[in-house]
């Protein structure tokens, strides 16, 4: 009699410049969604890529990207105390904290207050939520076939009923 079992392997891979660019269209999305939906946030003037402030926009996602890869696990350790209190929400305030340094860095880009950026923190994690349960890894499932021994068989023929033969 064959035992048979299925293993998951998940498709993680290194982050790469590819998955990172969109990654800054997700947050785009995001600061767009946001600033419709809020009148606190806004981005405008003349950027590189037009008068609609399609470069500020760019310029926005840039430094997200960035505050998020150098600055959140700097601000996340530091504060791990406040976080594992407050349940997790303590890192909505570090990314409210981040959009507000945001909107100080980039000109043409404005956060009126940190209620706004609560919200526009918000917006955008919701939407990187949506995207990413889209379009995230993919799960594979393989069939697998596990090998064991009878008691009576010989040596040889035994195997381990951990090992997965691929």
């Known amino acids: 009699m064959r035992e048979y079992k299925n293993v998951w ?16 269209v997700v947050i785009a999305l995001g600061v767009v969604i946001a600033a419709h939906t809020s009148n ?40 791990l105390p406040f976080v594992i209190l407050t349940f997790g929400l303590g890192l909505w305030v570090i990314n409210a904290l981040l959009f507000l340094l945001a909107g100080a860095v980039v000109p043409g880009f404005e956060v009126a207050s940190f209620g706004s950026a609560l919200w526009g923190s918000l917006v955008v994690s919701v939407v990187s939520l949506m995207v990413y349960l889209m379009l995230g890894p993919r799960r594979r499932s393989l069939r697998t076939r596990v090998l064991g021994g009878v008691s009576g068989s010989p040596p040889s023929a035994r195997r381990d009923r951990d090992v997965i033969d691929l």
């Open 40 to 79: 606190g946030i806004s981005y405008h003037g003349p950027g590189s890529f037009g008068p609609h402030g399609w470069g500020t926009l760019a310029l926005v996602a840039l430094a997200l990207s960035l505050f998020n890869m150098v600055l959140k696990p700097l601000l996340v350790v530091f504060t």
């Open 9 to 24: 392997i998940t498709d993680e891979r290194r982050p790469t410049w590819g998955r990172q660019a969109v990654r800054m």
